[in-house]
């Protein structure tokens, strides 16, 4: 066999992002951890699943802040970001830590929003009931 030439594959050059901002997806069974520029691109995510945690462990506030600073030292390391404006959604356990985690990683909180959906209209209801 002849020798085949091999792609060489060029590194791609990690961006330097300052500023950015922190979604956070927090449910009752997991939490979600995503960090994002500006405009919304993903930079580095995390959940509590990913960091292994298992059945009802994953809703904890432990959990979600060890999946912050998963997600939190990635993104430090490789974009090197300092401040954040952070987006919470969901009523879990781990809203309020995965925002007191950033401060042992050195990330500085600009701003606290609360993005959590509110039913404007509910479910549909029940079929009427025949006697």
């Known amino acids: 066999m002849a020798d085949l030439p091999t792609a060489t594959k060029k590194k791609k050059a ?15 069974n997991n939490t979600i951890i995503t960090f994002t520029d500006t405009k919304g691109g993903a930079l580095a995510n995390s959940s509590a699943g990913a960091c292994g945690f ?3 462990k994953k809703g904890t506030a432990y959990a979600a802040q060890i999946a912050t600073e998963k997600a939190g030292t990635a993104v ?13 959604k969901g009523v879990g356990l781990g809203r309020e830590a995965a925002v007191r985690s950033l401060t042992n990683l050195g990330i500085q909180v600009e701003t606290i929003k609360d993005v959590t959906g509110v039913p404007h209209g509910g479910v549909r209801p029940r079929k009427a009931r025949r006697v």
Do not use: C, E, N, W
């Open 76 to 88: 430090k390391q490789l974009h090197g970001l300092t401040k954040v404006d952070v987006y919470i």
């Open 54 to 56: 298992r059945g009802s």
């Open 14 to 28: 990690k961006r330097s992002v300052p500023t950015g901002q922190m979604h956070v997806l927090a449910t009752f």
